[in-house]
């Protein structure tokens, strides 16, 4: 059956958009959140990690007890039931409260230590290793001389000059905790900028700040998030060891490391919920993590685009 | 070539002394000396004890005398443990921290190597989720909760290995082990990522649709472009792992220098600080310096002794 | 398919549960009679490298441990703190008290020398020496111009010890000092084998090199690993010994050292070997005993700052101290709770009572709620304070420790009202703070320096190098220097006592509570000698057929 001519229209040629593109542009992080959002178990991992935060600012109200109320005599060492939770612990405070105040603290740690190793770290390897020559060798050799120095002296002097807190915390976390995405970023970045594309985009006239950041920091996302993924609970057992010290949180308030570090001895006696509730969650965490982190690498990746 | 590694070992001795005098400056102006004790010394028996050990100088010349004595090798007495000499306890103690650190690093290593190119080969499928598990466990179960649990089941109760102490290899096992579960995790994680970065490479394409056989393109064309992040990680870590582990030291009564570390700054012995962190540095700096190597050798298209880009 | 999706994270949580899942485990054996026939003992009282087996290089009370099988001096002190003679067979002194003789029995160095009073005078000049600038120096202070020689400001030939003849010692001091012949059990005034000494100043690195006096002599000594006694055929009393050898592995973790307890690699141990938090359960099953120990544990407040400067506002946060829950609940080691500041185990020689039997009621176990915010109140008030201010409570780290001032800081808040900061250091930077003045109040543990009641008191006179609180009352030093100056102890007794009434009101330290010491020993493990002042030997320990 022929279709009669009349049917058809002719479409103007319209001079002014030949150069339209019909379908909207996707930007690389769009479309890294399109992907991720198909991604199972990224999402599941995301999903739990907005449980444990929430869990942690509004966890201790579902309880009638507060984190510091001791129950000297009978409520000490108390097993889990409808009374306590999660049982309570040597002193007879309620676990399950703790556990969630630990959150707290422990979560805004691991927070800022990935922000820091973010920040500071990637920034720092990133340019280290594209700039390469002489700025490569000063920046690196700085990175020798704070890995090189007894970490306790420079804590012990943070001791003394700084109130013990939170910010204590960080901050000396920050002296040291970037060394090694730094040193991770920049392996990665002198292999990268040998590539063609990077030759290219250099030959295109690209400025640094493009390069950095379209190109090689991208490129290293897989070992970033991995990396980040450890700094994490370090820095959630650093936080112990620095509150052990005496520049941490001070007691009575808890936090996950802190709770494992004394719960320890559970190893040999009868107490299992002391170490096992901090431990369980802080395990939670850190699968979360990585599980959100496989799906934004895969979702990240430049060569997974379509 | 030989002019840039001769050019970096002037530049690493720089670093060395810088460390060596940054640490110096620490050490002094933390609270404490050696002989701050909760009992405290009648002034004439303070006054003696300085002079013993040099400490009634003023600082500058302490300083001077310290790198003097560097320069010759000679660490000191521990003013604490007055019986021995700083070089002794290093020579004695590192090499048990250094066979403990050897094994873990094999373990980690090669197993991590092998289990991250497993999970990046069967991406999103059983065996990769089973590597993610082991591997959180291995970050999330610090090598303090880890030792006594193996302590307790591996060694009392079902009578596997000795419970601590150090001699012969069985002894090492358990604290091998234990050492090597984070870095472990670590190695897996970081190669499962590189690979897949590479696996989706235009060569590896290539090459298979070249029709090389699987294992050829895993081991000549893969593993060697993905191991660069685990080779950057590897020189911080083994020396973090073969100057041995205070944690695991203790846990096992293994003789090595991991403690020093510690108890040096803890007690205020100012030669054995002096003393390990040079050691330490030292071993440090060196190894990052292979590394850099290792990189050139890896990817010949690395060149570090390059110009500056633009 | 949604199922067997789901199984990674079941399989990721169990892994992760069972890692982390603990279960309990018990434990005993049962006694027998005979003498085995292996008399070897493994002991895990010693952490780490002991800083010496000279008795000069000796500062703490593992290697104090280590000296007191190897060396003996001039006598033994029993638990009531009597002595009893060693190598020196009898003493006598001057009715001041100033000088003492004593004499010397037939010895034997381990090399086969013989043991001369010049092995002491020449021992004791060493500790003295500025040159060998030992640690404890001060131990010898007593002498007559000791003092002054460790400070470079007399001679050697000035200070108060000489032997006589090889067979006599004879000692001058500075003043009267009736407990001096116990002080010569203290590991500073043992002897030396002066003629080894003096031709090999490292004799005492190595067990080689090593000579000794006492039931037992070195083996083998593996720097940094482990130490083996053996037995002493030289030691004058070599016949009564059993044990052949005493293993010494440096146990360096507590929890290491029970479970190789527990699995029969160690045969004693003592709070080296038993975690903190095992306590509580293995005094209840036996497993563990808690013996007294002559020491003090307290809270000092710091008398220059307010608003701890007002006694009413120290005897506040005294009274608000439960220390009946605080020894029941939180140490739950079998201490005692403190009823003054000189602690259990220290003896009156006169009427051989114990001392704290011989005082008032100081303290009440249990907390005085009303009495203490009326007291709060009124402090504050002489003060011109409206409010209590806030106020720091420092302790060094250590897990009792943190415990402790975690339930003194609910305590405070529950019966006073006053929120309490808490804040741990590490030990130099916490030793610092309180030897500067820069505290407000903070914990305090005192173990005697030697067997009498005046180390618990001397250390709050005015000028003392330990009082850290300042505390500076005229009468309690007038009290103080008399029985100093006197070599009646019916009168130094007396004067003590009256010191501690007035230390007992001022309150520059609040006693909580008294020490015990922690004692693990197999079944079959007999004759160990564990004295209050923590002194243990093993002299007469035996092992017997299980």
Not at chain 3, 343 to 360: F, Q
Request: proline share 5%.
């Amino acid at each position: 059956m022929a279709i009669p001519a009349h049917k058809f229209e002719r479409v103007e040629r319209k001079v002014e958009q030949a150069e339209t593109i019909r379908k909207p542009s996707i930007s690389y992080w769009k479309d890294a959140w399109l992907r991720l959002r198909k991604n199972w178990l990224a999402m599941l991992g995301l999903g739990l990690i907005i449980f444990l935060v929430i869990m942690a600012i509004f966890g201790p109200v579902f309880s009638k007890y507060t984190y510091y109320q001791q129950d000297l005599g009978a409520g000490q060492n108390m097993e889990p039931s409808s009374e306590h939770w999660f049982g309570t612990d040597d002193l007879g405070r309620d676990v399950f409260v703790r556990t969630w105040e630990g959150a707290r603290i422990s979560l805004q740690i691991g927070f800022f230590a990935a922000l820091i190793d973010l920040v500071v770290g990637v920034l720092y390897g990133g340019f280290s290793g594209y700039k390469g020559g002489r700025t490569d060798e000063v920046m690196m050799r700085i990175v020798d001389v704070l890995w090189g120095l007894p970490y306790l002296l420079v804590v012990i002097l943070f001791l003394v000059v700084f109130e013990p807190g939170m910010w204590t915390i960080i901050m000396a976390l920050s002296v040291t905790g970037w060394l090694n995405m730094a040193r991770l970023v920049r392996g990665q970045v002198l292999q990268l900028k040998e590539q063609e594309y990077v030759m290219a985009a250099q030959t295109l006239g690209a400025s640094t700040k493009r390069l950095l950041f379209k190109h090689l920091i991208p490129n290293t996302m897989g070992p970033i998030l991995v990396m980040l993924t450890f700094t994490v609970p370090n820095a959630i057992f650093a936080e112990a060891f620095l509150s052990f010290l005496g520049l941490g949180v001070q007691a009575p308030v808890a936090s996950w490391g802190t709770m494992i570090n004394d719960a320890l001895v559970v190893v040999l006696s009868e107490e299992w919920w002391r170490l096992f509730f901090p431990a369980f969650f802080l395990s939670l965490t850190l699968l979360a993590f990585n599980a959100f982190g496989d799906g934004l690498r895969d979702a990240l990746d430049p060569k997974m685009r379509k | 070539m030989l002019r840039y590694i001769g050019k970096r070992f002037v530049i690493m001795l720089a670093t060395l002394w810088l460390i060596a005098s940054l640490t110096f400056v620490l050490m002094h102006s933390i609270p404490g000396d050696p002989f701050t004790s909760e009992k405290k010394f009648p002034k004439a028996t303070l006054e003696n004890l300085k002079k013993e050990y040099n400490l009634d100088k003023p600082i500058p010349v302490q300083y001077l005398l310290y790198l003097k004595n560097l320069a010759t090798f000679d660490l000191g007495i521990s003013i604490k443990t007055p019986t021995r000499t700083v070089n002794e306890m290093i020579e004695d103690g590192f090499p048990n921290s250094a066979q403990l650190g050897v094994q873990a690093l094999a373990i980690a290593v090669s197993a991590g190597i092998l289990m991250g190119m497993v999970a990046a080969i069967y991406q999103s499928r059983m065996p990769d989720y089973i590597m993610m598990v082991l591997a959180v466990i291995g970050i999330s179960v610090p090598n303090f909760v880890l030792g006594p649990l193996f302590q307790k089941y591996l060694g009392l109760e079902w009578e596997i290995f000795p419970i601590a102490g150090w001699g012969d290899f069985e002894q090492s096992v358990m604290p091998s082990i234990a050492l090597a579960f984070l870095p472990l995790a670590l190695v897996t994680r970081l190669m499962r990522s590189s690979m897949l970065d590479v696996l989706g490479q235009d060569y590896i394409r290539t090459a298979r649709a070249k029709g090389l056989p699987p294992f050829r393109v895993l081991s000549r064309h893969s593993l060697r472009n993905a191991i660069i992040p685990v080779v950057t990680i590897i020189g911080p870590l083994s020396i973090g792992i073969l100057t041995g582990s205070f944690v695991i030291e203790k846990i096992f009564s293994i003789p090595g220098i991991g403690k020093y570390f510690v108890e040096s700054v803890t007690n205020r012995d100012y030669s054995v600080i002096m003393g390990v962190t040079i050691f330490y540095a030292g071993l440090l700096i060196f190894m990052n310096f292979l590394v850099d190597l290792a990189y050139g050798l890896i990817d010949p298209r690395i060149k570090l002794g390059s110009k500056e880009a633009r | 398919m949604k199922k067997s999706k789901w199984m990674p994270r079941v399989v990721a949580v169990f892994t992760v549960l069972s890692m982390v899942f603990l279960a309990a485990c018990g434990g005993g054996s049962n006694a027998g009679g005979e003498l085995a026939d292996k008399q070897v003992l493994t002991i895990g009282n010693v952490a780490s490298e002991p800083p010496g087996v000279d008795p000069m290089k000796a500062q703490d009370s593992q290697s104090g441990l280590l000296v007191n099988q190897l060396m003996v001096g001039l006598v033994k002190v029993d638990k009531e703190g009597n002595p009893h003679p060693a190598l020196a067979t009898k003493w006598e002194s001057n009715k001041e008290q100033t000088e003492f003789t004593f004499h010397l029995r037939d010895a034997k160095w381990s090399n086969g020398d013989p043991v001369t009073a010049h092995d002491f005078e020449y021992a004791w000049k060493r500790m003295l020496d500025p040159k060998n600038a030992a640690v404890y120096a001060y131990q010898l202070f007593y002498l007559k111009n000791g003092e002054k020689y460790n400070a470079g400001k007399a001679k050697a030939e000035d200070v108060g010890v000489k032997a006589v003849d090889d067979k006599t010692l004879k000692v001058t001091l500075e003043r009267p000092t009736p407990y001096f012949v116990n002080l010569t059990n203290f590991y500073a005034l043992l002897p030396v084998p002066k003629k080894v000494v003096e031709k090999n100043k490292d004799w005492a690195t190595e067990a080689k090199s090593f000579v000794c006096n006492g039931p037992f002599k070195l083996k083998s000594w593996e720097h940094d690993s482990k130490m083996v006694l053996e037995k002493n055929p030289h030691y004058y009393d070599a016949k009564k010994v059993k044990l052949d050898e005493i293993n010494v592995p440096f146990v360096k973790d507590q929890q290491t050292g029970w479970q190789m307890y527990q699995a029969g690699e160690l045969d004693f141990g003592d709070k080296n070997i038993i975690p903190l938090d095992l306590v509580p359960s293995k005094l209840k099953s036996g497993e563990i005993t808690a013996p007294k120990q002559i020491a003090s544990y307290g809270v000092e407040f710091n008398t220059k700052k307010k608003p701890f400067n007002n006694k009413k506002v120290r005897q506040a946060f005294s009274l608000a101290i439960d220390r009946d829950s605080l020894v029941k609940n939180v140490t739950k080691g079998g201490q005692a709770p403190a009823n003054g500041w000189v602690p259990w185990g220290m003896y009156n020689p006169v009427t051989k009572n114990e001392w704290i039997k011989e005082h008032g009621k100081y303290i009440d176990p249990k907390p005085q709620v009303n009495e203490a915010k009326k007291l709060l109140q009124e402090g504050l008030k002489e003060e011109g304070l409206k409010e209590m201010p806030e106020v720091t409570y420092i302790y060094n780290t250590d897990d009792g420790h943190k415990k402790i001032a975690e339930a003194l800081q609910q305590m405070w808040k529950k019966n006073l009202g006053v929120d309490v900061k808490v804040n741990n250091m590490e030990w130099k930077v916490f030793l610092e703070k309180k030897h500067s003045g820069d505290f407000d109040f903070s914990r305090t543990g005192w173990l005697p320096d030697y067997n009498d009641p005046m180390t618990f008191l001397d250390m709050y006179q005015t000028g003392s190098g330990q009082n850290d609180p300042k505390f500076s009352n005229k009468k309690y030093d007038e009290l103080l220097n008399k029985a100093k100056n006197t070599g009646d102890q019916k009168v130094r007794f007396d004067a003590m006592h009256k010191a501690e009434d007035i230390l007992m009101d001022e309150l520059p330290v609040a006693p909580l509570y008294w020490y015990t010491d922690l004692s693990a020993q197999k079944d079959n493990v007999k004759g160990v000698v564990q004295l209050p002042d923590d002194n243990t030997y093993f002299e007469h320990a035996y092992i017997t057929e299980e």
